[in-house]
């Protein structure tokens, strides 16, 4: 598992879960006008071979106070990353347990279950909750269609200077 940071509180997220662990260079700021309310946690994104990234704010994401990001998780196998504010460490994890009754509503998509570490208890992140594959794909055709915009209004403004 690796534990990271979101202001003062500890999560953990499956070590195979994480493709890359990368600092905020090459980030692009986006705001994302669709009415799908759960994309507004996309504050950035970031192209890497090719393929472009969408980048969650954890704290929207958990609706925790803004804190200052550091690092960016890359989910394996999917198109989404995670702004983070630190890395603690790696570590082995003995069990992961259910949730209580307790988390309801969001929490319970959130999160796989807790654990302890060093007498802490952790949540343990749900990777898939971050972005669905149909909120990813919403998204990237947002960014592709706005892209698709400025480039052509920087031709049309260029014929215009001609």
């Keep these: 598992m690796i534990l990271f940071a979101i202001?003062?509180?500890?999560?953990?997220?499956?070590?195979?879960?994480?493709?890359?662990?990368?600092?905020?260079?090459?980030?692009?700021?986006?705001?994302?006008s669709s009415?799908?309310?759960?994309?507004?946690?996309?504050?950035?994104?970031f192209e890497r071979?090719?393929?472009?990234?969408?980048?969650?704010?954890?704290n929207l994401h958990f609706h925790t106070p803004p804190t200052q990001a550091t690092r960016i998780l890359v989910l394996?196998?999917?198109?989404?990353?995670?702004?983070?504010?630190?890395?603690?460490?790696?570590?082995?994890?003995?069990?992961?347990?259910k949730l209580p009754q307790a988390f309801s509503g969001e929490e319970r998509q959130w999160y796989r279950g807790l654990t302890v570490v060093e007498d802490k208890l952790i949540p343990v992140v749900n990777p898939q909750a971050f972005l669905s594959k149909a909120e990813s794909a919403?998204?990237?055709?947002?960014?592709?269609?706005?892209?698709?915009?400025e480039a052509k209004a920087i031709t049309a403004k260029g014929a215009v200077s001609a």
């Design 138 to 149: 919403v998204a990237l055709s947002e960014i592709a269609a706005h892209v698709a915009e």
């Design 49 to 58: 071979n090719k393929k472009n990234y969408l980048v969650v704010d954890a």
């Design 7 to 32: 202001g003062r509180t500890t999560f953990a997220i499956a070590a195979s879960a994480v493709d890359e662990i990368r600092s905020l260079d090459g980030l692009v700021s986006c705001s994302m």
């Design 76 to 97: 394996r196998n999917s198109s989404v990353a995670v702004l983070v504010d630190s890395i603690d460490r790696m570590c082995e994890l003995t069990a992961v347990r």
């Design 35 to 45: 009415a799908y309310r759960s994309l507004r946690k996309v504050k950035f994104t």
